[in-house]
């Protein structure tokens, strides 16, 4: 038998099985994986594409944004006035502005490719100067720390002045770093800034030396126009000289503040301590504040911290002139409410002590956003509102250098519409550590003033000349505690009858008197035999500064300030009654009789008799002090200033209720005779008559009819006869309405 | 201390193959007391099949996760693949564990459970790293998963990943023991032992002039910054596709962000976009973007790449040995935005690694959608969500 060719053995045929299977396994992993790589590579590609779309548009932005920025900076360099250079690390130029072609010939291009720095500046600064600025340049670099120093140079003639800022820099995304250099020119500055030195020192030495100057004249002119109201009869004259003694008041304040302040600009002002005594200076200041205040219905609240030490080493003229300055703001700015005036203290007993200054008010405030000009000076604040507010608006200017002279500082809070409270703090050396004590309680107005009880003259022999029965109460009131019974006349031509007939210590005359004035009076009392001896004080109400020369000068021995303020009086029959007099007791019988007047011609009203007793007063000490207390309580409620009022009557309860029935009293006399006068148009009597009505209502704290007639006053001496008719009504409205008021509280 | 060994094959079809060329390279490397197995794997490797086959050979616990490329120390960058990291100690113990099926409303007590268990398990000892690989679920961030362990107050280092697949983003997974899940996160708690460093490079080469502040924003969601919404900041920068799902356009363009965590500190993080709603003007990211946070636009080149990559291994370089270890365990995540980035480039981070450590330095990676690395160390470290990182744990 034949090999059969072709036929695959069973064994053969199953290798050769597994083998196919094999390889087909093997093909289909093979295929597996392609597949899956080419699904890969697709995926991949279209990842790529979105990313490189992407990438296209972010690279489109970042291109735009930095051609914005090139621009950008390249605008920077070419305007810039400043001469900026950028240097890397070694100092070799990046870029500059385009001012460096205006001062060398160096291109903006080279400096772009880079040119070392000094080689740059070698063209433009002088060689000492350059070596400065790469030392500096040298020293940032190193120290990372910028530098900023003047630089003095040289271009040609010309000397330019440059403050030059070197600031380290440094990218660290670039990988860039170095300096960037900038120049500003100062020289233009600095030339005006010393022309401007030399002008404010030339201004302020020439108002340092105008001082004599200008003051002499202003002196003159007040004091002359004082003369022509004191002695001329023509009346028109007299209201022209009221008007320039006012404008001359107000120049001479002005000038005042003006020469100080040029004073402390120009450094001249002194600081001169001394010691002083604290009680004194706030009882100065608060008198001041208090007589400006009597236009107002404002009330003055004085705390003075009791324990604060009594006498202190300062500069009392200079802090008074604060204190002033700032209540006389409070004054100026506040229309209702009241203005307290705080002073309060800081020692620990050795050192200096701290005053703490504050004056609040209740005044119209000042605007948040004004809060920072007030203390410039020549500013005044809401000019719009405040136009008809006097002022030179240097008041704090001073105010607040002075405190800082002081080692203070002067600040200032406020709310518009509702107030300020100004405050500084200020160091004195204390002297006496005794307390100053405690003022006053609720101390409202002003001191009250202790008698020194010590001092008894009950021999004296006192005449008081004044036409107003009231201001002749008052004199004798405050006489009353030395035991001194004075005379007493209204007129001038009843005071020489009285003096023909006694010899007297001392004679109060009274200034402003009609028919025969208080200096024509004493005149004619100097012509008598031993007159040129006799002892004539000055009664004004012009109580302004200088004014005490003229009067001596005038031939009085002294003067006294209306209101009469008890302490001066007490200090002027200390003066003037140096010994008692070993006389037998006048003729007057020192109880009641004060209350009764000599004769007068027909102009003063009577008083009646009688009820000045009722009730109240009983004679035994202290034996009506409660009911008097509740009556000046129930008077204080219906808006009498009663502490003014005690002021003048030296806290003496009886006598003030007294004269305030005296005052309900005259209502009805005087009332009909200012109507009298108004009707038939005398107004020179009317002004005398309600001169007088200012002068009793505001001494027994009738501040609101002292006002009114003051404004009446001013008009009628004027002559202004309009605003007469328009408010004499209104005055005797009010007049009525206040004394029936009154009268009915004394009656309860 | 750790010891650990790093094999890997090609073969992803014929798993028997696999895991004998697998065996074949662990060759005479001995577990410890305590091991477990960490497995980087391309997308379509059959981990059912691969599991048993692994746990005969080796029992025990296995935690795994897809990946779009891999990368080891001796191989260098593979893009499909199987590598296993087999990390054991006698000094160091661990604890595997997987919350699944998460979504927004319960991830956080899932998370909270299997740290708990674990932490039970592990107990006396404390946990002192915390490794994991998660499937991002829907509405939740990688954030979310930081918050969740940094809630225990612990001050424990978290590493670990996002899985990643091939881009197409529906075949990733995570797998632990014989689980698997997709929206899911697998932990390894380790103790003991164990003195963990970490190190995070961004490779920014630098920024648009784009720079905002988010006014608004929820979680990953941004809607406005500045006064406008974040489409209109895109598109007045001329920097906008009109797609929604815009995954893969800004992949080299990241946003880089400055978020102030918990304990003050602020830290600088990625963020890749994904998508964006025309209809109310907002931008989706993988990571949370908290209101008040910077959001700026940076890009990425090849050679800044290079640069910082080498800077980190001459890091890395400074670390072998240094705490007197003589066998060192490395594992290093990448971005899959990265990968994608460097293109034709793309072998230049594995490179970097491949074949020049010591060979007592085992070093197993993958690239991600989502890279979980401290910043900063000890009582300073913050955990932080990054993309666009290139980050290693350094055992």
Same mark, same amino acid.
């Given at each position: 038998m034949e090999e059969n060719k072709g036929i695959i053995e069973p064994a053969a045929q199953d290798a050769g099985v597994v083998d196919v299977e094999k390889e087909l396994k093997e093909l289909r992993l093979k295929q597996k994986k392609l597949e899956r790589e080419n699904r890969r590579l697709q995926i991949e590609m279209d990842t790529i594409k979105d990313m490189n779309e992407q990438i296209a548009r972010t690279q489109g932005f970042m291109k735009k944004e930095n051609q914005r920025q090139i621009f950008y900076n390249t605008q920077l360099l070419k305007v810039s006035p400043y001469l900026v250079l950028m240097v890397d690390e070694k100092l070799k130029t990046v870029m500059a502005s385009d001012v460096l072609t205006q001062m060398t010939d160096v291109s903006l291009d080279a400096v772009r490719d880079g040119m070392q720095l000094d080689e740059v500046l070698s063209k433009v600064l002088e060689e000492s100067v350059l070596n400065s600025l790469l030392e500096k340049c040298h020293s940032v670099l190193e120290n990372r720390v910028s530098d900023t120093f003047m630089l003095n140079n040289y271009f040609g003639e010309e000397e330019r002045i440059y403050k030059v800022d070197i600031n380290f820099y440094s990218s660290p995304v670039e990988g860039a770093s170095g300096l960037c250099i900038l120049f500003t020119d100062m020289t233009e500055v600095i030339e005006a800034k010393e022309r401007a030195e030399r002008a404010d020192k030339a201004k302020s030495n020439f108002l340092a030396n105008m001082s004599h100057e200008i003051r002499t004249p202003m002196n003159a002119i007040n004091g002359m126009s004082e003369f022509i109201l004191r002695d001329s009869t023509d009346e028109e004259a007299k209201k022209n000289a009221a008007m320039i003694k006012s404008a001359a008041k107000s120049l001479i304040s002005i000038i005042n503040d003006i020469l100080d302040f040029s004073k402390i600009e120009s450094g001249k002002m002194e600081i001169i301590n001394d010691t002083y005594s604290l009680s004194s200076l706030v009882n100065d200041v608060a008198t001041m504040i208090r007589i400006r205040l009597q236009e107002k219905k404002v009330g003055l609240v004085v705390n003075l911290d009791p324990d604060t030490p009594s006498r202190l080493y300062g500069d009392e003229v200079r802090i008074k002139q604060v204190m002033i300055n700032i209540l006389n703001n409070s004054v100026k700015f506040t229309n209702e409410g009241q203005i307290t005036f705080n002073i309060k203290h800081e020692w620990d007993g050795k050192g200096d002590c701290c005053l703490h200054v504050s004056i609040s008010d209740t005044g119209i405030g000042i605007k948040k956003e004004e809060l920072g000009k007030i203390f410039e000076s020549f500013t005044q604040v809401d000019t719009k509102r405040n136009r008809s507010i006097e002022g030179t608006g240097l008041g704090l200017a001073i105010s607040r250098r002075l405190v800082t002279m002081m080692g203070g500082e002067l600040k200032v809070e406020s709310v518009y519409g509702e107030g300020s409270t100004f405050s500084f703090d200020i160091y004195n050396k204390v002297i006496d550590a005794e307390p100053v004590g405690v003022?006053? %309680?609720?101390? %409202?107005?002003k001191l009250v003033h202790e008698v020194d009880k010590s001092f008894r003259r009950p021999n004296a022999r006192i005449l008081v000349v004044d036409d107003n029965d009231m201001n002749l109460k008052v004199a004798a009131g405050l006489m009353k505690p030395y035991g001194i019974v004075p005379d007493l006349a209204t007129s001038g031509p009843e005071s020489l009858e009285l003096v023909k007939n006694k010899t007297y210590d001392l004679i109060f005359m009274d200034h402003m008197m009609p028919k025969m004035d208080g200096v024509e009076t004493m005149h004619r009392m100097r012509d008598m035999k031993g007159g040129s001896e006799w002892k004539i004080i000055a009664l004004t109400a012009n109580a302004i500064s200088g004014m005490a020369a003229k009067y001596v000068e005038e031939g009085f021995n002294g003067y006294l300030a209306k209101p009469i303020d008890p302490a001066s009086m007490e200090l002027v029959l200390k003066r003037e009654l140096t010994e008692e007099k070993?006389?037998?007791?006048?003729?007057? %019988?020192?109880e009641g009789e004060v209350l009764e007047f000599g004769p007068d011609e027909g102009d003063a009203p009577e008083f009646e008799q009688g009820d000045s007793d009722r009730g109240e007063t009983d004679g035994k000490p202290g034996g009506v002090k409660k009911g008097n207390d509740e009556l000046i309580a129930l008077l204080e409620e219906i808006g009498i200033n009663t502490g003014a009022g005690l002021m003048h009557a030296a806290g003496d309860k009886d006598f003030y209720l007294e004269i305030v029935r005296d005052y309900v009293k005259a209502f009805k006399e005087r009332s009909s005779q200012l109507q009298e006068y108004y009707e038939s148009g005398n107004m020179s009597d009317y002004s005398i008559l309600v001169h007088a009505l200012k002068s009793n209502s505001n001494t027994l704290g009738i501040e609101d009819i002292g006002a009114k007639a003051k404004d009446l006053e001013f008009a009628s001496k004027d002559n202004d006869t309009a605003f007469v008719d328009h408010h004499h009504g209104e005055l005797i409205d009010a007049y009525r309405n206040r004394t029936e008021e009154i009268r009915k509280v004394l009656e309860e | 201390m750790i010891k650990s060994k790093v094999v890997f094959t090609e073969e992803i079809d014929d798993l028997e193959t696999a895991v004998e060329e697998l065996c074949e390279q662990v060759g005479d490397f001995t577990l410890q007391k305590n091991s477990v197995g960490i497995i980087f794997m391309d997308e379509d490797t059959e981990y059912g099949e691969l599991y048993p086959m692994l746990k005969e050979k080796w029992d025990i616990p296995f935690v795994a996760c897809t990946a779009l490329a891999l990368l080891t120390g001796d191989e260098g960058l593979k893009k499909s693949g199987i590598s296993l990291m087999l990390m054991s100690a006698d000094d160091c113990n661990f604890a595997v564990g997987m919350a699944e099926d998460l979504s927004i409303d319960d991830y956080s007590w899932k998370i909270k459970d299997v740290y708990s268990q674990s932490e039970k398990q592990l107990a006396p000892e404390e946990i002192k790293l915390v490794l994991t690989m998660g499937g991002k679920a829907p509405g939740m961030v990688g954030d979310d998963v930081i918050d969740v362990i940094d809630s225990f107050g612990k001050n424990i280092p978290i590493y670990g990943l996002f899985a990643s697949d091939?881009? +197409?983003?529906?075949?990733y997974r995570v797998f632990c023991n014989e689980r698997s899940g997709q929206n899911a996160q697998a932990f390894v708690f380790v103790s003991g032992n164990v003195n963990p460093r970490f190190l995070q490079v961004k490779s920014i080469s630098g920024k648009a002039n784009f720079s905002y502040e988010v006014t608004k924003s929820n979680e990953n969601q941004v809607f406005r910054l500045g006064n406008g919404t974040f489409v209109e900041a895109l598109e007045k920068a001329n920097m906008?596709?009109?797609? +929604? +799902?815009?995954i893969a356009d800004y992949i080299m363009t990241p946003f880089i962000t400055t978020i102030k965590k918990p304990s003050g500190r602020v830290v600088e993080s990625m963020r890749n976009l994904t998508f964006l709603n025309f209809v109310n003007g907002s931008g989706m990211f993988l990571g949370g973007i908290p209101e008040g946070a910077s959001l700026e636009v940076g890009y990425i080149n090849s050679e800044q790449v290079q640069k910082t990559i080498d800077e980190a291994f001459e890091t890395i370089c400074g670390w072998?040995?240094?705490?007197?270890?003589t066998d060192h365990t490395m594992l290093v995540i990448s971005c899959a935005a990265r990968y994608m980035s460097l293109g034709k480039n793309v072998t230049i981070e594995a490179e970097t690694f491949k074949k020049k450590l010591p060979g007592n330095v085992s070093v197993m990676g993958m690239y991600s959608y989502g890279e979980f690395c401290p910043i900063g160390e000890g009582a300073e470290m913050d955990n932080t969500f990054h993309n666009s990182t290139f980050t290693v744990l350094f055992l």
């Open positions: 003022l006053a %309680d609720n101390y %409202d107005v070993n006389e037998e007791i006048l003729e007057f %019988d020192p | 091939a881009f +197409n983003f529906s075949k906008i596709s009109q797609k +929604n +799902n815009v072998i040995g240094e705490d007197g270890s």
